[in-house]
């Protein structure tokens, strides 16, 4: 099984400040990495797939990058409405897996 | 509208079965590869099941193999996931999220979950 560690678990930020999440995957996945957003009490939105491919309807604030076992989800800009708990997962293998989220508070 | 609704969640004691459902409306739904996702109480996601768009490979995680069946019914839209022998840690919010997918030499190759329904809430408990 393929685990996913992100980092941090939990991150306060200000608005306009730029975040980076990072996934760290235990074994090369080529790009099949992809980042979620969940607001409470919501459903998970995909944010970008394969690592860095834009989803449409997405803010063009939410980007992408990484291959093999280090991945970047980056918030340029945060706004208010970006507080939420962010989750990497991979399709490269089964069992399907997901990082254990990083929560991204607005200060 | 793309649109997944899932339905069937409740209380149910431990050793107990539940059948959840999942409408799907707004695209091909056979076309698409349909999975299960559950996220415990203040928990993070977790992998279920998944299912090909013909039904003829199914997939599960280990923590719930031999206890639960995936399933679907193309005539009807719908996906459907079968719990029998029910445990306390299977309490959870269960989705359904729906996401292409493709063989190559190891198998089925799910992709991103693209879209995925309100959720259901299942409580295992006496």
């Known amino acids: 099984e393929i685990v996913l560690t992100q980092s941090p678990d939990f991150q306060s930020v200000t608005p306009k400040e730029k975040v980076t999440i990072t996934c760290r995957a235990s074994q090369s996945i080529g790009s099949s990495l992809h980042w979620y957003q969940q607001k409470p009490d919501q459903s998970p939105k995909l944010l970008i797939k394969y690592a860095s491919q834009s989803i449409s309807g997405v803010p063009s604030r939410f980007s992408g990058s990484g291959s093999g076992t280090d991945f970047t989800l980056t918030i340029n800009s945060l706004e208010a409405e970006d507080a939420a708990t962010y989750y990497c997962?991979?399709?490269?293998?089964?069992?399907?897996?997901f990082g254990q989220g990083t929560k991204v508070e607005i200060k | 509208e793309v649109q997944l609704l899932e339905s069937g969640g409740g209380l149910v004691q431990p050793g107990g079965s539940l059948r959840l459902s999942c409408a799907a409306s707004?695209?091909?739904?056979?076309?698409?590869?349909m999975s299960w996702v559950r996220q415990a109480p203040g928990k993070g996601l977790e992998w279920v099941s998944a299912i090909s768009g013909s039904g003829g490979s199914t997939y599960y995680a280990d923590s719930v193999k031999g206890r639960f069946t995936i399933s679907r019914d193309n005539s009807k839209n719908t996906l459907y996931l079968q719990m029998n022998s029910l445990r306390a840690e299977d309490t959870a919010v269960y989705y359904c999220?729906?996401?292409?997918?493709?063989?190559?030499?190891?198998?089925?190759?799910?992709?991103?979950?693209?879209?995925w329904g309100q959720g259901t809430m299942v409580t295992v408990s006496s």
């Open positions: 999220a729906k996401s292409p997918y493709y063989y190559d030499s190891s198998g089925l190759r799910v992709e991103a979950f693209d879209i």
């Open positions: 707004g695209f091909t739904f056979s076309s698409y590869a």
């Open positions: 997962h991979q399709s490269s293998s089964l069992p399907l897996t």
